[in-house]
């Protein structure tokens, strides 16, 4: 008995080294070998901005808007779009273009509506509505 003792004693158990070596081998490569992210590098790019004016822009000021009993509309005699557009696209186009102009000449975009009484009242906000997607916001109706 005196001998199974013994045996029981010297056992030491389950070592750890060789496992503990193996881990931080393993952490070693992995560290060496990951590819690191590089951050987005500054890109040196000049964007299109608007371009100062050498001499002033002569504007009117304010743009007229007719809107006929037909469904027509006209701007400063011009007709525009057909008269059953109700997205009136071309005006539209033209009133932000006519905005941006009004902002690079420093003068504030002005419409003036004029409805023929026998005008539709959608036709009418149709017309507002074109305005408000061209960011023009001083609109005035003229009664005559």
Excluded at 19 to 31: E, G, K, N, T
Aim: aromatic fraction near 6%; proline fraction near 4%; hydrophobic fraction near 50%.
């Amino acid at each position: 008995m005196k001998g199974r003792n013994l045996a029981m004693e010297t056992d030491e158990g389950f070592s750890l080294d060789s496992m503990l070596d193996i881990v931080f081998l393993l952490l070693i490569y992995f560290m060496v070998t990951a590819a690191f992210v590089k951050e987005e590098a500054d890109i040196s790019m000049s964007l299109p901005s608007r371009v100062e004016q050498d001499e002033p822009l002569e504007m009117p000021e304010e743009q007229v808007l007719d809107i006929m009993a037909d469904g027509s509309v006209w701007l400063n005699g011009q007709p525009f779009d057909d008269q059953t557009s109700h997205m009136l696209p071309e005006l539209t186009r033209t009133l932000a273009r006519f905005r941006v102009a009004a902002e690079d000449a420093g003068v504030p975009a002005f419409i003036v509506v004029q409805a023929e009484d026998e005008a539709r009242h959608q036709r009418i906000i149709d017309v507002l509505n074109a305005c408000a997607v061209a960011e023009i916001s001083l609109v005035s109706f003229n009664l005559e």
